[in-house]
Nanobody, 110 residues
Framework: QVQVVESGGGLVQPGGSLRLSCEASGIIFNVMGWYRQAPGKQRESIAG???????NYAASVKGRFTISGDNAKNTVYLQMNSLKPEDTAVYYCRVNMGYWGKGTLVTVSS
């Protein structure tokens, strides 16, 4: 059974940092992506990584967020720096373009 579990969300002040984790079990990941959905908005793709280490980022997070992976742990991380209030959202992980986690809430507020 495939499970995808995100963790690391929380409340942070503007300008702060958080690191999210996404662990997949029951599947070997070839590609993992981070998505987010803000209140009243559609879910958007923000970063992705392949098992070979290729990455891509949405323009809104490029230069502030870094995605990385640990193939041995089947885990992907999202380091988020210089957080802004508009980064507030539920962050989701998607594995191999098919399996979603339940999300972790990130709130950026003073």
């Amino acid at each position: 059974q495939v499970q995808v579990v995100e963790s690391g969300g929380g409340l942070v002040q503007p300008g702060g940092s958080l690191r999210l984790s996404c662990e997949a079990s029951g599947i070997i990941f070839n590609v993992m992506g981070w998505y987010r959905q803000a209140p009243g908005k559609q879910r958007e793709s923000i970063a992705g990584i392949t098992s070979s280490g290729s990455t891509n980022y949405a323009a809104s997070v490029k230069g502030r967020f870094t995605i990385s992976g640990d193939n041995a742990k089947n885990t992907v991380y999202l380091q988020m720096n210089s957080l802004k209030p508009e980064d507030t959202a539920v962050y989701y992980c998607r594995v191999n373009m098919g399996y979603w986690g339940k999300g972790t809430l990130v709130t950026v507020s003073s």
